[in-house]
T-cell receptor, first 113, second 114 residues
Framework: SQKIEQNSEALNIQEGKTATLTCNYT??????LQWYRQDPGRGPVFLLL?????KEKRKERLKVTFDTTLKQSLFHITASQPADSATYLC????????????FGRGTQLTVWP | ETGVTQTPRHLVMGMTNKKSLKCEQH?????MYWYKQSAKKPLELMFV???????ENNSVPSRFSPECPNSSHLFLHLHTLQPEDSALYLC?????????????FGQGTRLTVV
């Protein structure tokens, strides 16, 4: 079965720095890889999607990379702010079962002033 | 707001009770999902409905029974649950088959089984 690992349970960084979160997977390569943000007591909110034939995707201060050889995605938040503090989830979607998402446990990011 | 509404937000039930969780979306999506989120565990996909037809059941115990009467509504009927079923239950919707778009999640129902 697919295993999805996010580098660490918690990541603490200083405001203004770049946060880098890692998502590694085993077995099959997903057709799509997505990143979500989840705040306490709330449902996940979609941030970015990257396709298997894409290397990089950007949105404002967010950047996602996808390396199918390493079976890894990196999620970057540049110029981080305390408001970026949340849990970030990586999710994989297979081409054969579009719509079904398989999540990692998440990384809890804390940005301190 | 994401456009996906779940009720109730919190639910405490005994092991012999029967209750239902409700999910509603008015985004025009044709696929709806139930996920379970337990402490320190990843979100687990429970059920998938595409065009009101159940297309996946991830080995979920029969004490959980989904229902999708139309493309905008999804229910999860609960009966004779166990304390280990206590978790955050999340509903989501997406465009589903035919090309992928992101999933829109509701706020979840925090379920406690006593």
């Amino acid at each position: 079965s697919q295993k999805i690992e996010q580098n660490s349970e918690a990541l603490n960084i200083q405001e203004g720095k770049t946060a880098t979160l890692t998502c590694n997977y085993t077995n099959y390569s997903p057709a799509y890889l997505q990143w979500y943000r989840q705040d306490p007591g709330r449902g996940p909110v979609f941030l970015l999607l990257i396709r298997e034939n894409e290397k990089e995707k950007r949105k404002e201060r967010l950047k996602v990379t996808f390396d199918t050889t390493l079976k890894q995605s990196l999620f970057h938040i540049t110029a981080s702010q305390p408001a970026d503090s949340a849990t970030y989830l990586c999710a994989l979607e297979r081409g054969s079962t579009l719509g079904r998402l398989y999540f990692g446990r998440g990384t809890q990011l804390t940005v301190w002033p | 707001e994401t456009g996906v509404t779940q009720t109730p937000r919190h639910l405490v039930m005994g092991m012999t009770n029967k209750k239902s969780l409700k999910c509603e979306q008015h985004l025009g999506h044709n696929a709806m999902y139930w996920y379970k989120q337990s402490a320190k565990k990843p979100l687990e996909l429970m059920f998938v409905y595409s065009l009101e037809e159940r297309v996946e059941n991830n080995s979920v115990p029969s004490r959980f029974s989904p229902e999708c009467p139309n493309s905008s509504h999804l229910f999860l009927h609960l009966h004779t649950l166990q304390p280990e079923d206590s978790a955050l239950y999340l509903c989501a919707s997406s465009q589903g088959a035919g090309g992928f778009t992101e999933a829109f999640f509701g706020q979840g129902t925090r379920l406690t089984v006593v």
